[in-house]
């Protein structure tokens, strides 16, 4: 029974966001005739693929009943990152040979080669060896990483590169705040606010001189720059095909930006996760009560530190994708997201306490939180009156998200009544 009325309740919380959601796509249908285009709907996915990437790690850490205050932080931290590594043939680092960027990455490729290899070795690996398989695999990753930077390092970096290595930056620094947390009594409030402190400074003493913005632009034959396969990753349509094959013919697919299957793909892994492995399962129950998790053998510690990993390694790919859409890097281009991807949590009806919510809230609210912003776009309302309402919204949602405070009122009305 108990577990009926939980299903219940839930699927009640997803019908109303889903309602919520559709209100205000019909609101937004009478309200303006562009809203219903192929044209606005696309630029509405792509404008919210990088705040939705960065909410389905947050909705991960809120789960086990931390915040990550960081992510702002740790996304501005990767896109000079980022913009260095694609430029720096075209001139971006003056000093030659590997500039601050590659020593930031540098670590981060061993950190995370070194725990791929010693998961993949425990299975083989007993006794003595298996403490020393960490150590030596980050030597041997580090002089790998090491290698092939070196060669990047004169022409800039390609895109497959970018992609991997720069969310390996930012998943170290959200694993560094995790050991702190899951190693420490301080609470994640305090520990990734002292991180959102730390990567804005490390983001200005990477990009130099205060925190320059760093441009990127495409190169060509005669001059370095970064590829121009980079540019599609924040292209508004994609593009199936090549002007050389089928006749010259290229297919367009307009619904669908590029950004917006970076946000399905991340989506999609984190339903699979939660839904369907035990590592899911141990999130909510973290979440739910640390302390009978921590009884009936779940590895609290290790669950914590994967959701901050989490959390930055997808702030490090949404970093690569404002990189690839404005064409530049800022050591301030994650201001004020954390709170957006917080709000989009909130909103999709996760509970701050921890250990109630799902991914496909999170996925409801980011879109209700980006048609929001859309239509008051397309009305021209000033974004004074838009933050005023957006506050509203977050505090409404959360009502009505909340049985507890609906109870209490409901409660109140019955005693106003009867006395």
Not at 138 to 158: E, K
Request: hydrophobic fraction near 55%; charge should be positive; proline fraction near 2%.
């Amino acid at each position: 029974m108990a577990g009926g009325a939980a299903r219940f309740r839930g699927a009640a919380r997803h019908g109303t966001l889903f309602a919520g959601l559709a209100a205000l796509f019909v609101a937004g249908a009478v309200l303006h005739p562009q809203f219903l285009t192929i044209a606005n709907q696309r630029d509405v996915l792509g404008q919210v693929s990088i705040n939705g990437i960065l909410a389905v790690g947050m909705t991960i850490v809120i789960l086990t009943a931390g915040i990550d205050l960081s992510v702002g932080s740790v996304m501005s931290l990767c896109t000079v990152v980022c913009a260095m590594l694609l430029m720096h043939g075209a001139g971006a680092e003056s000093s030659g040979g590997f500039g601050r960027a590659h020593w930031i990455a540098l670590p981060a490729i061993g950190l995370f080669g070194a725990l791929v290899v010693r998961a993949a070795t425990r299975r083989w690996v007993h006794g003595r060896a298996r403490k020393l398989v960490g150590p030596v695999a980050f030597v041997a990753v580090l002089a790998g990483g090491a290698l092939l930077m070196s060669r990047s390092a004169q022409a800039g970096a390609g895109t497959s590169f970018v992609l991997l290595v720069v969310p390996l930056v930012g998943g170290m620094m959200g694993l560094l705040s995790g050991v702190i947390i899951a190693g420490t009594s301080l609470q994640p409030f305090i520990v990734t606010l002292a991180m959102m402190v730390s990567a804005v400074g490390l983001a200005k003493f990477v990009a130099g001189h205060g925190g320059q913005i760093h441009a990127i632009y495409a190169g060509d034959a005669e001059h370095a720059g970064a590829p121009a396969s980079f540019e599609r990753l924040g292209a508004t349509v994609l593009t199936v095909g090549h002007e050389a094959l089928r006749g010259g013919r290229v297919r367009e697919l307009k619904l669908i930006p590029v950004p917006g299957l970076f946000l399905l793909g991340a989506w999609l892994w984190a339903a699979f996760v939660l839904k369907k492995l035990p590592l899911g399962r141990y999130i909510y129950a973290v979440g739910g009560n640390e302390e009978a998790a921590r009884l009936a053998g779940v590895p609290v510690e290790r669950v914590k530190v994967f959701a901050y990993a989490v959390s930055g390694l997808l702030a490090g790919l949404a970093a690569v994708l404002y990189c690839a859409q404005y064409t530049q890097g800022k050591a301030d281009a994650g201001q004020g997201k954390e709170l957006d991807a917080i709000a989009a949590v909130v909103i999709g009806g996760t509970s701050l306490m921890g250990g109630r919510g799902s991914i496909l809230g999170t996925l409801v609210g980011v879109m209700i939180f980006g048609y929001l912003t859309n239509i008051l776009q397309l009305k021209a309302v000033s974004s004074e009156i838009q933050d005023i309402l957006k506050g509203v919204i977050i505090v409404a949602a959360a009502i009505a998200q909340s049985g507890d405070v609906l109870g209490a009122l409901r409660s109140r009305w019955v005693r106003r009544r009867t006395t």
